[in-house]
């Protein structure tokens, strides 16, 4: 598409659908990655914070949150894609910001290659990743099982030495 030939109209709206777009993204990533993903980088300083999160190996997607959390913004995200095992991991996407009307891409391949994907990603959300209260719930799942485990040991030590006293073989 040749922007230079739209008129400010239609420049605007392509614009703001980008934006839409863009932050439906961040704001997806955000809420995944640091939900479930894996806190690598912390650093406290006397003006600011940085955090960085990761979240690997989700359906070909592995993706990188990032933030300075300081009054001046600073914010990034990263996703690569493997479509197949065949196929070497790629970044797709890397994103920085410093306020939502203000993201700059700075890198975007080819969206052919892994928009539908992605969209399929954030649609099937609610089954990829558990609510706080799925996990809950399978943590309790868990430690009932682990429970069971040990009483089943027990009671089998149990029966095991009444069988012996009982001079059963």
């Known amino acids: 598409m040749d922007l230079s030939q739209l008129s400010i109209n239609q420049l605007e709206k392509v614009i703001s659908k980008k934006n839409k777009w863009l932050n439906k993204i961040i704001d997806f990533l955000q809420e995944v990655v640091r939900e479930h993903g894996k806190k690598v980088d ?33 914010d990034g995200v990263k996703i690569w894609y493997q479509s197949s095992p065949q196929v070497p991991k790629q970044e797709v996407l890397h994103l920085e910001w410093w306020n939502p009307k203000e993201i700059y891409v700075r890198v975007s391949i080819d969206e052919k290659k892994w928009v539908g994907a992605f969209k399929k990603l954030m649609k099937d959300k609610k089954k990829i990743f558990p609510t706080p209260d799925q996990k809950e719930k399978q943590k309790k799942q868990d430690e009932k099982k682990v429970q069971d485990q040990r009483f089943e040991h027990v009671r089998r030590a149990e029966l095991l030495e009444k069988a012996q006293k009982m001079g059963l073989r």
Request: proline share 0%; aromatic share 22%; glycine share 16%.
């Open 42 to 74: 912390y650093r406290q300083g006397s003006s600011h914070t940085y955090i960085k999160y990761e979240l690997h190996n989700v359906r070909g997607f592995s993706f990188m949150t990032e933030g300075s959390f300081t009054m001046y913004g600073g």
